[in-house]
């Protein structure tokens, strides 16, 4: 992919807030693999995904972002704040750069601004381990995940 200079967000990044949200997402680096969890309540979901053994830790967490995008996308949700939180300051970094190399970040961002044509977004950063009932979950299932690529 060349490069993209977009200078227009459609969504909001808060690296400084530790608060609830409707998606937390986290990803991993296992000797099995690359793997993500979403924990979701508000949305009910509680997903698994392994990545494979060639995805780094910030892809794992950009796709578990994007995903947590596409499921508000695909439920149609409309007319709503969403907050997706992240224990990963790189992947919010990632997407917060006007300058875009990586496919991955372009995907993310364009189902970022999908989801943004009906709702407000903000990707908010939150101290992995701290205690987050969200995080420790979305945690479990990227644990999951992992125990998914050896089976």
């Known amino acids: 992919m060349g490069t993209k200079l977009i200078y227009e967000k459609t969504y909001r990044i808060s690296i400084n807030d530790n608060s609830e949200g ?3 997402v986290d ?3 296992t000797d ?3 793997v993500g969890g979403i924990y979701s309540e508000q949305l009910n979901a509680q997903i698994s995904v392994p990545f494979g053994n060639h995805t780094s830790v910030l892809q794992t ?3 578990g972002i994007m995903l947590g995008g596409r499921i508000v ?3 149609e949700i409309g007319n ?4 997706i939180l992240t224990d990963s300051r790189s992947a919010l970094l990632a997407l917060d750069r006007c300058v875009i190399r990586s496919r991955l970040i372009w995907e993310c961002r364009q189902t970022l601004k999908y989801v943004t044509q009906k709702n407000s977004v903000d990707l908010c950063w939150i101290k992995g381990r701290s205690g987050n009932e969200g995080n420790e979950r979305a945690d479990e299932m990227a644990k999951r995940a992992a125990g998914m690529q050896t089976a």
């Open 22 to 24: 409707e998606a937390d």
């Open 32 to 34: 099995s693999g690359s």
């Open 80 to 83: 709503k704040s969403i907050r």
């Open 27 to 29: 990803g991993a680096k």
């Open 61 to 63: 967490e950009l796709m």
């Open 73 to 75: 996308a695909e439920r």
